[in-house]
């Protein structure tokens, strides 16, 4: 009896506990459990036939692409863009005006394709915020050569003080300033000492950035004594450093947020497009582009600093060339060590001076010193010099500060042009007075900045327009015997003093018989 109970037990215990499992499966859910197991037992079974990595990626989660890894540098620099966008009438002004401008955008990406990534990876590699990639585009449109009003210059607009304590050489051969690298790193330099003189705040670093700490620590002061907020929109500051920041904040919002405000800017390959060497030797630029299998243009392109035709005799020497070509170009270097830069040899004539040689030659004399191991200017009759010169026309070197000089005077903005030739004691402000045109108007048309002194012997131009109904021509003169100015001017109803500056007379006592003389003639009062 006690094995029967025994059994019966067990058998009773066993049913409740099938009872149990059949309460948390429905019939359906049953027969898919069925289902499932066989699916499963056949997944088994074909496991040979299936490659792992097909059920691996029914698995995986999708890859989070880094900022570095992305195909274009806005995207990286998108991506890590990090400052507040507070609500604010100037951050919303000028967001507007980038996205009324489009082809403003698209002329910064292209300027800006040979050096963002560059410049993105320096501002990674110090832990900057990546906010600062964008400042280029604020200070100069990314224009590599541009020269501000307040005589402020390249990428990061340095002034001439600034750069100088700031590392940044500045000579006639090399304007650091305007060395992509060099002024990126002190542009990085000094905005970093400014965040520390204020406490961390960026706001405020990027406002001194472009008007000075004193002044911005000056408003912060004036603030705390009125018992105002010091935030950065609290702070009365200059017009053009009240419109700075919000400027840079509402393009990091747009570069951010393209998607969202409609707008494209073209895409900058997130690799490096250019690499930095050095030659350890003065090379003539128009050599260094031979041995970079690339043309003299592109090569000063990428090296503004330059302000002649080869790179600084005592230094620097690096160069910015495209990363493909650098192989090429050292072992081209080393080939020709000694032969980047060609020198004529001169016999020294009568009348002959180290400056007026240095003039000839696009030089200076402390070039031709070193050349010839000359310790002071004394230089002999018969003597031979050896001076160092381009390979090419000048014409070759097409973004050299005399061609770029050039080219900007010849830009017409008037109706006729004149030649002054500067004196002692003269500024632009009394030229600029002396005909009737503006001062500003003045250093534009020479590729100055108001402020900017002028050396004696210096040629600007000036554009002038004609009265109302004047019809004026330019007319050559040959001059003849017995000729004055005054007869001259009165013959052509013009000025003699116009005539003196049209043609660079001042230092000139006497017209010369045969001598051609350039006027600008109103034909309307004269028949010629």
């Given amino acids: 009896m006690r094995l029967k109970y025994s059994l019966a037990l067990v058998l009773l215990l066993s049913g409740c506990q099938l009872t149990q499992s059949d309460t948390t499966n429905s019939p359906t859910q049953e027969t898919n459990k069925s289902e499932q197991i066989a699916k499963q037992d056949n997944a088994q079974a074909d496991t ?25 540098v806005w995207q990286r620099i998108a991506m890590q863009l990090d400052m507040d966008i507070p609500n604010n009438k100037k951050i919303d002004y000028y967001r507007t005006w980038y996205l009324k401008h489009p082809s403003h955008l698209r002329t910064v990406s292209e300027r800006a394709q040979p050096f963002l990534y560059m410049i993105t990876k320096r501002i990674e590699e110090r832990g900057l915020p990546m906010e600062l990639a964008l400042l280029p585009v604020v200070e100069s449109s990314f224009d590599a050569f541009a020269y501000s009003h307040g005589s402020a210059a390249g990428l990061w607009q340095f002034v001439p003080g600034t750069g100088k304590m700031m590392g940044l050489e500045q000579n006639y ?46 408003a912060i002061r004036k603030n705390k004594k009125l018992g105002k907020p010091t935030d950065f929109f609290s702070l009365d500051l200059p ?14 919002d747009i570069v951010a947020n393209q998607e969202k405000y409609g707008i494209d800017i073209p895409a900058i390959p997130n690799k490096p497009v250019l ?15 031979d041995y970079a299998g690339i043309g003299v243009k592109e090569l000063q392109s990428y090296n503004p600093a330059y302000n ?34 060609k020198v004529a040899r001169y016999k020294v004539k009568s009348g002959d001076s180290l400056s007026l ?5 696009g030089t200076t004399t402390k070039v031709i010193q070193r050349a010839n191991g000359l310790s002071n200017n004394n230089i002999r009759v018969g003597q031979y010099l050896m001076i160092p010169t381009s390979t090419k026309d000048d ?20 109706q006729f042009k004149l030649t002054h030739v500067v004196q002692s004691g003269e500024s632009l402000w009394s030229i600029a007075k002396e005909n009737k045109v503006s001062h500003q108007s003045l250093a534009k048309w020479n590729g100055m900045g108001p402020r900017d002194t002028l050396r004696v012997g210096q040629k600007l131009v000036i554009w002038k327009n004609s009265d109302k109904g004047a019809i004026i021509r330019t007319v050559f003169y040959n001059v003849r015997s017995g000729d004055t100015i005054s007869g001259i001017a009165s013959k052509f109803k013009v000025k003699g003093n116009d005539i003196v500056k049209w043609n660079s007379l001042q230092k000139q006592k006497y017209l010369k018989p045969g001598q051609k003389l350039k006027l600008y003639v109103d034909v309307t009062k004269v028949s010629v």
């Fill in 275 to 289: 690499t930095q060497v050095d030659p350890k030797e003065q090379l003539d630029l128009a050599i260094a582009a």
């Fill in 173 to 218: 051969w090399y304007d650091g300033r305007r060395d992509v690298v060099a002024s990126t790193d002190a542009a990085l330099d000094y905005l970093l000492q400014q965040n520390k003189r204020f406490d961390g705040n960026w706001a405020h670093a990027i406002a001194a950035y472009n008007s000075g700490g004193g002044r911005v620590s000056s």
């Fill in 395 to 414: 014409s070759k070197y097409a973004l050299t500060a005399e061609n770029r000089l050039e080219k900007t005077q010849s830009q017409a903005r008037g």
């Fill in 48 to 72: 040979s036939k299936k490659p792992l990595a097909k059920k691996e990626a029914v698995t995986a989660t999708p890859k989070v692409i880094a900022p570095q890894d992305q195909e274009d």
């Fill in 357 to 361: 040689l240095a003039q000839k030659y």
């Fill in 239 to 252: 017009k053009e450093t009240s419109s700075y920041v919000p400027k840079l904040l509402a393009l990091a």
């Fill in 308 to 341: 002649q035709w080869s790179t600084a005799p005592n230094g620097p020497h690096q160069l910015l060339i495209p990363i493909e070509k650098k192989d090429q170009f050292l072992a081209q270097v080393n080939k020709n060590r000694g032969k980047g830069v």
